[in-house]
């Protein structure tokens, strides 16, 4: 009890965090010379957020404060650091459903509100030693991944409690090539420590990257292999192959071409009880134009219609794809087509604010077999800084156009960090 007690007094700290007055001590959280050669890195993010959803069955009201504290030590002549993060998050309006799974015992597991995958916890989030040079980079321990657009492999940072790996990641550079390998033992969830044996996902995990970049393409091939140890997540395991090629190009002194296409394959593995073969495909282009960048395009998440078993991704940082409403977190048995289109615009001189951007994104969805209408949905987010602390306004609206229900959900967010 007493525990708890402390770490609702520590997690209240993000109002406080949140004050001008905090923002401006100048300095604050730099890191701090221990001798010659030894650095002290102080680590602070709080994070103070309400989500409310709104549906036609179920609702939800959920404020939530998250805390991340730890610290980095760094010794410059051995190229060695050591990190060590604490993550708590406490919920100070309950009116929400912490776990789309049943957990026996918990008094989280609220059915008659809409789910916000925000469980109060306590949790060491990371804990890792470093070695680093310009051109190779050794981690052990519990750590942060973050693969390209993180697709398919992310920290799910939207969420309050982060996704982290119990892992072994190495990254070399040899000259124009960029190598990334990651073996890792435990997937570390975002549903927190009082989410039962979700917590935490035991397995074996591959990440394999190699890459290149030919004048303003970059080139990678990839390969994904997720082989869970616990049953409830057999259904989950599957090892996945692709490519993925990006550029920029610019068309005058004012308009920029951005490209993006990925293709993978992806198939069951370990003891996935379905035998299935899917495909990924993406494709999208914009254009950026004194700070407006406005951009379409195409992804398949498909299937395979002998089985019903469509192309996952459950180590993804999934809300920053197929709509904000998190509709299609795990892709249909008929498979996922997504057409989108985002608008974007980038206002950096306001002076009572700074970093200013605007979002704005609606998606169409589809079946990839059967010409099922999944519906669509309407995205916009308002973001900035004053001085340290982060502000953003978000907002989703899925028409389910009589496929499902309607959600309309709403965010209103602080956050520092240091």
Not at 158 to 171: I, K, P, Y
């Amino acid at each position: 009890m007493k525990t708890r007690i402390l770490a609702a007094a520590l997690l209240a700290s993000p109002v406080a965090f949140a004050h001008p007055a905090f923002a401006a001590d100048k300095g604050f959280g730099d890191p701090v010379p221990v001798g010659d050669t030894l650095t002290f890195d102080p680590i602070i993010d709080a994070r103070l957020r309400y989500e409310g959803v709104d549906q036609p069955t179920v609702d939800a009201d959920a404020v939530t404060a998250r805390l991340r504290a730890g610290f980095e030590i760094r010794h410059a002549p051995s190229h060695l650091s050591f990190l060590a993060e604490a993550e708590g998050t406490l919920g100070i309006v309950n009116q929400y459903n912490a776990f789309p799974f049943d957990v026996p015992g918990s008094s989280q597991r609220r059915p008659g509100f809409a789910v916000v995958a925000d469980g109060e916890s306590i949790d060491l989030n990371r804990l890792q030693v470093q070695y680093k040079t310009k051109t190779f980079a050794l981690t052990v321990g519990r750590q942060r991944i973050n693969l390209d657009d993180q697709r398919f492999v992310g920290s799910v940072a939207w969420r309050q409690n982060e996704q982290t790996f119990d892992a072994v990641r190495a990254e070399a550079t040899l000259g124009a090539v960029s190598l990334d390998g990651t073996y890792a033992i435990q997937q570390d969830s975002i549903f927190g420590s009082e989410s039962g044996p979700r917590r935490a996902m035991d397995g074996d995990f591959v990440f394999l990257q190699a890459g290149t970049k030919l004048g303003a393409v970059s080139v990678k091939a990839f390969s994904y292999l997720i082989d869970y140890d616990d049953p409830f997540a057999f259904a989950n395991s599957s090892q996945t192959y692709g490519a993925r090629v990006s550029g920029s190009f610019p068309l005058s002194k004012a308009v920029k071409l951005n490209v993006l296409a990925s293709y993978a394959r992806q198939k069951n593995m370990g003891q996935n009880p379905v035998r299935y073969e899917a495909d990924f495909v993406l494709a999208e282009v914009g254009l950026g134009y004194n700070g407006f960048t406005l951009s379409g395009g195409y992804e398949k998440l498909g299937t395979d219609s002998k089985v019903g078993k469509g192309f996952q991704t459950p180590l993804a940082t999934l809300h920053k794809f197929n709509g904000w409403a998190d509709l299609f977190l795990t892709t249909p048995g008929n498979g996922l087509e997504d057409y989108y289109v985002t608008l974007a615009k980038a206002i950096p001189k306001v002076k009572a604010v700074q970093g200013l951007t605007a979002n704005v994104i609606y998606h169409e969805f589809r079946s990839d077999v059967g010409n099922v209408k999944f519906g669509t949905e309407w995205d916009a987010s308002l973001a900035f800084k004053t001085k340290k602390v982060s502000w953003l306004v978000k907002y989703a609206n899925y028409d389910a156009n009589r496929f499902g229900v309607d959600r309309q959900i709403l965010w209103l967010q602080t956050e520092v960090s240091f």
